[in-house]
Each structure stands twice: as structure tokens, then as C-alpha cells.
């Protein structure tokens, strides 16, 4: 696995703080790494995806502790809306960015469950927190266009998506044997991803490593902007055997 990641040392780039804010205050004023939460559970799904990139949550102006350093927090695997529009409050930070912009080396083609290396969508990652970054590319051998486009094909970055779903569920600990099965998705394409400059897709994995419900939220970035997200949930098989055998039923 680490061949195929690459992390940051938690010394060199800024946390986050995370503070609260009332849901009817729309003028808040926050710093660049601040993050604002509603509620207990926004605060709970914002600590589980950013991990130890949090250095201090904030509640009417007084740090508490005892919910930075909580860790009974968990993750609804069934319920990937809880997550999604959450998911928009992280930022990506700069330096993902600039490691990935010229990132050419593709991530292992086993990650992403194919057997030519010419159908990987997504370089190596960046690992941050819980939080997944792979640069996506546009050329895939199976999905060759029949027409020229002026921007990433729809069907393209249904694949890419895909991909870093089964990529961010095994770097997250889920082993090679299971079947990963899709039973829902949602993708909103809000701009045009263009040919012309890197994407970056940003992965939130909520996963077990024994299989079972899970889902990865995941936003595209460009030009400093979320450009597509969405979400893709899963039930997955501990081993060939089992799926073969439900399968059968």
C-alpha cells in the first residue's frame, strides 16, 4: 500500500479549527482553515473525515477538548446524504494541489479493480486526514469517444468516480478478495470539467474492512472550485464465495 501513497507530515501544513455557527447566522466571518458546523453530528462527520488534520474546535468562542480528542464517533454507512453536502465545507489544502498538478505516475491498477494499466483513471494519491486526492486524467483505452468534446465526457468521470471508490475503500484497509457491489449514486455535474487543466478528486471513504454497507463522497475540484460531486454506496462481499453464493440464491 505504501507504494502507492503519498502522505504529508502534519508539521509542514495548516490544520483545521472547526467552530461553531448558528444556522440562521450567514455572515460569519472565518479564517481559511476554519471550518463551521451546525450541530453534534455535523461536528462528528467533519472529525471522522478530517482526523487528526483537526487541531481545535471552537463553541461560542471556547475550545473543547473533550470533543477533539473523542473517538467514538462513527459513521452511518447506510446514510451517505448526511455526508454529502458536509463534504463541501473541506476544503482542499494548497499543497495537494501542487503535488498533484504535474502528478503523471498512475495509482496501481489492482486498486481500481483492471487489468491493463491503460484503463486507470487516477494517479497515486495524496493522503490527508481521512481524506482521499487523486488527479484524474481524460484517456481511458475502454472508453474511447466517437465524437470529439471540448470537455471531460459524463461517462468518463462516472468511471473515475468509480475508481476512486474502490481505490479509497482499499487504501482505507478493505482487503482484495471481496466484491464490491454498487446499490446507489448520486452525481451532481454543476460545470463542465475541461480538457484543458487538472481535475483533482477529492474522496471521503466511510468503509469497514470486513465489507458489509459503505459509500465514498466525492467532490472534483478545478480552478480552486468544486466543479462535480456526488456520492456512490456500495454493499460489499467479504470473498468471491459469499457473493457467488447470494448470487445464486
Known amino acids: 500500500m505504501a507504494s502507492n501513497m503519498v502522505t504529508e507530515s502534519q508539521t509542514t501544513v495548516p490544520k483545521f479549527t472547526l467552530v461553531y455557527t448558528d444556522e440562521k447566522t450567514e455572515d460569519v466571518q472565518l479564517g481559511a482553515n476554519e471550518i463551521p458546523f451546525h450541530s453534534i453530528r455535523e461536528l462528528e462527520l467533519l472529525k471522522i473525515s478530517l ?98 468534446s471540448d470537455h ?47 481535475y483533482i478528486i477529492q474522496t471521503i471513504p466511510a468503509c469497514e474492512s470486513d465489507g458489509g454497507a459503505m459509500y465514498c463522497i466525492f467532490n472534483i475540484f478545478q480552478g480552486g472550485k468544486i466543479v462535480t460531486s456526488g456520492f456512490l454506496g456500495a454493499y460489499t462481499f467479504r470473498s468471491k464465495e459469499i457473493y457467488h453464493e447470494k448470487r445464486n440464491k
Open 152 to 198: 471531460v465526457d459524463g461517462i468518463k468521470l462516472f468511471e473515475a468516480f468509480r475508481q476512486a471508490t474502490l481505490a479509497s475503500f482499499h487504501l482505507n484497509g478493505m482487503n482484495f478478495d471481496g466484491v464490491v457491489a454498487l446499490t446507489n449514486f448520486k452525481i451532481d455535474y454543476i460545470n463542465y470539467v475541461e480538457l484543458d487543466e487538472p
Open 51 to 148: 482526523g487528526e488534520t483537526v487541531s481545535n474546535i471552537s463553541i461560542r468562542g471556547m475550545e473543547s477538548s473533550n470533543l477533539l480528542n473523542a473517538r467514538d464517533f462513527k459513521w452511518d454507512y447506510r446514510n451517505p446524504l448526511e455526508m454529502f453536502d458536509i463534504s463541501k465545507k473541506i476544503p482542499m489544502p494548497d499543497f495537494v494541489e501542487e503535488k498533484l498538478f504535474d502528478e503523471e505516475q498512475r495509482i496501481d491498477k489492482k486498486f481500481v479493480h483492471k487489468q491493463n494499466a491503460e484503463n486507470v483513471l487516477l494517479s497515486k494519491p495524496i493522503n490527508y486526514g481521512n481524506v482521499w486526492y487523486f488527479k484524474g486524467f481524460s484517456n481511458i483505452a475502454e472508453l474511447n469517444s466517437d465524437h470529439l
